[in-house]
């Protein structure tokens, strides 16, 4: 997105501009999973003005036009597509509407009927569920609902929890649709213990198992919540600081104990062996580097004035960056090893984004795999090079070294301070010159007061 209303899409293996949009006042825009389409949303002069469009990206073609009174970070994009680009729905007043993603000039095929719905989150692999927030209203307490994708399976919500003092949610699918972790906000604490607010995480799967609370063992908020890549586990910060932060199963048992300190921010890798646990935005930036399979810790460092982070595709390599509006100074990157050595820096006057190049985690092997790789690759060479046999190679004995006078500490630095000063040896060489001469001199002392001692008994 440019400075003049222009969008452009390039093609990332050949880095060549396919399309360009020149959209006026365009106020966000993103591509579907698959970059089939593109979805922009512009300010509306007038309300019969269409400002949410989706295009073809190739093409350049709009194919669905739809007015939009306004967009927010919950709301957007407003068109939300699963992985594969099978299914495709919309967020509108007291319903959720389905389309034909391969054919959107179907228009809206059919509707599922929610009323006072807030927010959506679909499942993206696969696509076959949907969860639902109703806000809190007149009493009637806030909930969220998880209804199927087929339109004959969604008379009935398959799960479902409410809870009151809710204000906002967050909802976030595993690998699979078969969990959903819900993150309930609400902005006024009533018991005071916290100026931003209380938060619950709750857990709903779609067959039915479970619905209720994760058993969080520290008061305070939720700050961050992430799956894992397969589905099967995930990661939670919470608590008041020092935050406490532990990995639990589906079935919301503890795993791991990732311990407690500065930190609100828990990213886990696309291979999920390594966990990042760090502390952004407000926190001095802290970070500690897990291998999950391993169970321990194997790094921490840190990264000062960080906005954003994520790991690689392949899972190795971990990049924070600096970000404008944000922060106007010292606006730059990093990437660390999965162990939390800096491996790059760059710095920049002006960074507004910083993002990896997408690539399925699935074209790239395990790490284990590759340090094996590596260490038969050595053993390899060894085998091959023509390595002589101890028989057949004598050395002679070393001569032993005489161990050298102990120096103290202080004479060392001095030696090395003269030999700075007046370079070479001629320090320690001149040192002794004036060493003997005094020697020589205390000696001919001693001689002559002895010389007196005598000669004053004689005359006595």
């Not at 809190?136 to 009151?164: H, T």
Request: hydrophobic share 35%; glycine share 8%.
């Amino acid at each position: 997105m440019k400075s003049n209303s222009t969008i452009s899409i390039y093609d990332c293996r050949s880095f060549t501009e396919i399309r360009a949009f020149e959209i006026p006042s365009v106020l966000a825009a993103t591509l579907s999973p698959c970059g089939t389409y593109l979805q922009t949303f512009q300010k509306a002069s007038t309300p019969q003005e269409k400002n949410l469009v989706l295009w073809e990206a190739v093409t350049g073609n709009p194919v669905y036009y739809q007015f939009q009174k306004n967009m927010s970070k919950t709301t957007w994009p407003s068109i939300q597509f699963s992985a594969d680009e099978a299914v495709a729905c919309r967020l509108a007043t007291n319903e959720i509407q389905f389309f034909d993603a391969k054919d959107f000039s179907k228009g809206i095929v059919y509707r599922l009927r929610i009323p006072g719905v807030a927010a959506m989150e679909l499942s993206k692999s696969p696509g076959s569920h949907i969860a639902a927030f109703v806000a809190e209203s007149k009493g009637i307490p806030a909930s969220v609902q998880v209804f199927s994708c087929d339109k004959d399976s969604q008379a009935q919500p398959v799960a479902r929890r409410s809870f009151f003092r809710c204000s906002t949610v967050q909802l976030h699918w595993n690998f699979g649709a078969t969990g959903l972790l819900a993150v309930a906000q609400s902005d006024v604490d009533k018991t005071n213990q916290s100026y931003y607010g209380e938060s619950k995480l709750n857990y709903l799967t779609t067959d039915g198992t479970h619905e209720g609370l994760v058993p969080l063992r520290k008061e305070g908020p939720v700050h961050d919540v992430q799956w894992s890549a397969s589905g099967s586990e995930f990661a939670v910060v919470y608590g008041f600081m020092p935050a406490k932060a532990t990995v639990f199963d589906k079935k919301c048992n503890p795993l791991l104990e990732l311990g407690t300190g500065p930190y609100n921010t828990i990213r886990w890798n696309p291979k999920g062996k390594f966990i990042c646990l760090a502390g952004f935005g407000n926190l001095p930036g802290d970070m500690a580097f897990w291998d999950y399979s391993e169970k321990k810790l194997i790094g921490t460092t840190k990264a000062e004035c960080s906005v954003t982070s994520e790991w690689s595709p392949d899972g190795c390599y971990f990049m924070t960056a600096t970000t404008a509006p944000r922060l106007q100074i010292d606006n730059g990157i990093k990437i660390f090893h999965h162990n939390g050595s800096l491996y790059f820096k760059k710095m920049f006057d002006r960074l507004y984004q910083a993002e990896w190049r997408p690539e399925a985690p699935e074209k790239f092997g395990e790490m284990t795999e590759l340090v094996k790789s590596v260490e038969t690759l050595k053993i390899g060479e060894t085998k091959q090079g023509s390595k002589p046999s101890q028989s057949s190679v004598k050395t002679a004995p070393m001569p032993a070294q005489k161990p050298a006078a102990y120096r103290p500490p202080h004479a060392k630095s001095a030696a090395a301070v003269q030999a700075e000063l007046f370079g070479g040896g001629g320090p320690s060489e001149e040192m002794s010159k004036n060493a003997s001469r005094n020697k020589k001199r205390r000696e001919k002392q001693r001689e002559k007061k002895a010389a007196e001692g005598s000669s004053a008994s004689n005359g006595t």
